[in-house]
């Protein structure tokens, strides 16, 4: 059973870090890429990074760039997404995903997800 446990949220002020964890099982996390997604009420989940198999990752946001880094730890069966000054903008659920293949372009798609950590910023 394929699962994800996204953990490191919290309740932060302007300008903290945080760094969120996604700890894979039941499948090898590393044959894959991997992403991180965020959500606010009312609003569609949006793409915020992503990461091949073993290297290569990808932004998609203009207003993370700079700020938020995604790796893996493939012997953990985890992905991390680093997010540094943050901002009250950044405030949302992140969820991490898995693409069907082990690159973030291409032909592929979006095929599993898990239930999110919360991340909140406010002063």
């Known amino acids: 059973q394929v699962q994800f446990a996204e953990s490191g949220g919290g309740l932060v002020q302007p300008g903290d870090s945080l760094q969120l964890s996604c700890k894979a099982s039941?499948?090898?996390?590393?044959?894959?890429?991997i992403g991180w997604f965020r959500q606010v009420p009312g609003k569609e989940r949006e793409a915020v990074s992503c990461?091949?198999?073993?290297?290569?990752?990808?932004n998609y946001l203009d207003s993370v760039e700079g700020r938020f880094t995604i790796s893996r730890d493939n012997a953990k069966n985890t992905v991390f997404l680093q997010m540094n000054s943050l901002k009250p903008e950044d405030t949302a659920v992140y969820y991490c995903?898995?693409?069907?293949?082990?690159?973030?372009?291409?032909?592929?798609?979006?095929?599993?997800w898990g239930q999110g950590t919360q991340v909140t910023v406010s002063s």
């Open positions: 039941g499948f090898n996390l590393g044959s894959y890429a």
């Open positions: 995903g898995r693409r069907s293949g082990p690159f973030c372009t291409g032909a592929g798609e979006w095929i599993s």
């Open positions: 990461i091949n198999w073993n290297t290569g990752s990808y």
